[in-house]
């Protein structure tokens, strides 16, 4: 009598799987997000960190507000000139610099 208690109860044991698989899934999960998000915004960012130190006098920029402008003079190595209206120069940094603009962007 028994003996049919105890079969029973080792008959509805849930069967015990990998104790790597949830960890095998979070590493999984973790590089499909470094290869769908944060491996192209580091490139992104990366271009953007190069076309900012590539501007010199002369360049037209876009700024952060969406102001046109043209840049006169490079102050240093974070600082520029830059000319929004006819006689109109203001100073201005690299953070404020959205883009350069290019054939494309006129």
């Known amino acids: ?6 079969y ?4 509805a044991a849930p069967a015990q799987g990998s104790p ?3 960890l095998l899934m979070m590493v999984v999960i973790f590089g499909i997000f470094y290869f769908l998000l944060i491996r192209p915004q580091q490139k992104k960012q990366k ?11 002369g360049d037209e920029i876009i700024t952060g507000g969406g102001i046109y402008c043209k ?3 490079v102050l240093d190595n974070n600082t520029f000139m830059v000319e929004i ?3 109109v120069t203001v100073k201005m940094t ?6 350069k603009v290019t054939q494309e962007t006129k």
């Not at 029973?8 to 008959?11: E, K, R, S, W």
């Open 85 to 87: 209206a006819d006689g």
């Open 71 to 73: 840049v006169t003079k």
């Open 47 to 57: 271009e953007h960190v190069a076309m900012l130190n590539a501007i010199k006098a």
């Open 20 to 22: 790597f698989a949830p």
């Open 94 to 99: 690299k953070n404020g610099i959205a883009s």
């Open 1 to 6: 009598m028994f003996n049919n208690i105890a």
């Open 8 to 11: 029973a109860a080792d008959a």
